[in-house]
């Protein structure tokens, strides 16, 4: 029995990148942070990356074998980035200094994941209530007088102020 992918659920949308807080559009993250932080940052979020990997391969491994050996070669890797980064953040941050900058970085990183594995979700619920309020928003208008001209495009300069009443 062949099973299906959800590919909704594991397609890749740029869009994430700037919403969990990747990538910015004024500068790169390590522009933005020092060596030290920038080093616990990565850290964090490797092993965040390699936990979420692990599930996704356990889930993929017996239908699709042969993607689930790709994923073993990217898990090598990010294990191999948070190992290299984590090694060099203990060594030049105090115990005290590296334990805090590691719990912030993996709390703000699971947070990130959490706001945009949620968008979607959440989007279900408010955009039909914003559309809702775009609508009621948009009755008054009707009872605008807005006298434009072709020669004027500023319409609020042309609106009747008793129009409303």
């Known amino acids: 029995m ?22 910015y559009k004024d500068k790169f993250i390590f ?45 090598l890797d990010e294990e191999r980035h948070a190992k290299y980064s984590l090694t060099f953040a203990k060594k030049n941050n105090s115990k005290l200094d590296y334990f805090i900058k590691f719990s912030k970085e993996n709390l703000i990183s699971k947070l990130r994941h ?14 039909p209530i914003l559309y809702l309020l775009i609508l009621i928003m948009s009755l008054p208008v009707k009872f605008l007088d807005l006298e434009k001209s072709k020669a004027d495009n500023d319409v609020m300069e042309n609106i009747n102020p008793r129009s409303i009443l």
């Open 2 to 23: 062949e099973h299906e992918l959800n590919n909704r659920e594991i397609r890749f949308i740029p869009i994430h990148l700037f919403a969990k807080g990747y990538i």
């Open 114 to 127: 959490l706001y945009a594995n949620s968008l979607t979700k959440v989007s279900k619920i408010f955009n």
């Open 31 to 75: 522009e933005k942070k020092n060596i030290k932080d920038f080093a616990i940052f990565i850290g964090a979020n490797e092993e965040i990356a390699e936990k979420k990997l692990n599930d996704f391969l356990e889930n993929i491994r017996s239908f699709k074998p042969d993607h689930a050996k790709q994923i073993d070669k990217i898990l």
